[in-house]
């Protein structure tokens, strides 16, 4: 399903949620994964209208969220790559305590940020 809006509203996307329940009713009982961008109104209006359902937010998504933070707070261009190339493994790593330890270890080459 597609909606096209001009607002980030949660009644909106409520509204979108509640079709998509009324056209397939099993999303009320199912635990199915809803991957969102974060949207702050999306994800209200899942938690209201499509109660079973896990939300997971898009990797993609939060590293654009990561590189915005580290710009508005002054971190230099060339070390945006720098902190999202180690923080991927995050993301696709079981081993996160080991990922972890490695990365503490290269700290040295970051700036203030990290």
Request: proline share 4%; net charge positive.
């Amino acid at each position: 399903m597609l909606m096209i809006h001009e607002r980030k509203l949660t009644e909106t996307h409520e509204a979108m949620f509640r079709e998509c329940v009324k056209q397939v009713p099993s999303l009320k009982n199912i635990n199915l994964p809803i991957v969102t961008d974060r949207e702050k109104s999306i994800i209200n209006a899942i938690k209201t209208e499509v109660l079973s359902v896990k939300l997971v937010h898009c990797w993609n998504c939060v590293f654009k969220d990561i590189q915005l933070w580290c710009r508005k707070h002054g971190a230099p261009k060339l070390d945006l790559s720098v902190y999202c190339d180690d923080l991927y493994p995050f993301f696709f790593n079981h081993q996160v305590k080991k990922t972890m330890s490695v990365n503490f270890k290269r700290k040295g080459k970051y700036g203030i940020l990290y």
